[in-house]
Nanobody
Framework: VHLVESGGGLVQAGGSLRLSCAAS????????MGWFREAPGKEREGVSCISSANGRSYYADSVKGRFTISSDNAANTVYLQMNSLEPEDAGIYFC????????????????????WGQGTPVTVSS
């Protein structure tokens, strides 16, 4: 199983980035896919996810209205479009895959994710 993130970088506050996560080695559409981030000194937190149980997307309150998650099942790739970036959005962004969970918002919980990418750094300058 491989998850490979790309698209991170340095951007000014108010700018945009699009992260990609290419997955291989498992049936993409049968698993929850999530984006998590880890800032220095903070725990890894759920940013956005797509539930394979109901097809819905979920967002952390801090990114709602600014970030959009999407997936291309044919390409086994999940994306995170990040707009209106703020310095507080900086960190290492990880893509993860986990077993399908039916409860709403469950896919934002890092527990249950068993496959993780290596992360891609996002830096937002003020």
């Amino acid at each position: 199983v491989h998850l490979v993130e790309s698209g991170g970088g340095l951007v000014q506050a108010g700018g945009s980035l699009r992260l990609s996560c290419a997955a291989s080695g498992f049936t993409f559409s049968n698993r929850d896919m999530g984006w998590f981030r880890e800032a220095p000194g903070k725990e890894r937190e759920g940013v956005s996810c797509i539930s394979s149980a109901n097809g819905r997307s979920y967002y952390a309150d801090s990114v709602k209205g600014r970030f959009t998650i999407s997936s291309d099942n044919a390409a086994n790739t999940v994306y995170l479009q990040m707009n209106s970036l703020e310095p507080e959005d900086a960190g290492i962004y990880f893509c993860a895959s986990g077993a399908s969970r039916e409860a709403q918002f469950a896919c934002l919980d890092r527990k249950g994710y068993d496959y993780w990418g290596q992360g891609t750094p996002v830096t937002v300058s003020s």
